[in-house]
């Protein structure tokens, strides 16, 4: 019974998914606090090859001259706020992990809600229109079976 429990907890260690420590030595800034500040700024930024992943999670060329980039940034003084700002300029706003909230960013979401509610006016007035009457129509008086019996007759004769 150990045994088994052994196996199952070490399978279980092997198939677990392991974050990719994709920052390379050399890139590692010397000051602890600037090094802490390019790590959070990565970490919000998407790799533009990866495009699931964030920069500092990505072990792409691309990735790398990004981590490199924010650094040197960084060092040079920018702020982080520049530094996404020098970014977005570059790369648009497609390198954020999470866009900013924008007119463009609402339209996107809001289109999908907005024609699924237009879809469902259609089907219901369709479904309105299509619908036979019910109970609305009264029984033919004697009269005008009588009247409907005689026009039928002049019709066929």
Known sequence: MKR???????AGLMLAPL???AVNPDEVLKDPKLEQRARDLSAQLRCMVCQNQ???DSNAELAK???VLVRERITAGDSDEQVINY???RYGEFVLLKPRLSAQTIALWATP???FLIGGIAVYRLSRRSRPATGGEKALTAEE????????RKEEG
């Open 4 to 10: 088994r429990f052994s196996l199952v907890l070490l």
């Open 19 to 21: 974050t990719a420590l």
């Open 54 to 56: 964030s920069i500092d």
């Open 65 to 67: 001259d990004l981590r």
């Open 87 to 89: 970014l977005v300029s």
């Open 113 to 115: 809600a907005f024609l």
């Open 145 to 152: 079976q009588a009247r409907l019996a005689e026009l039928l």
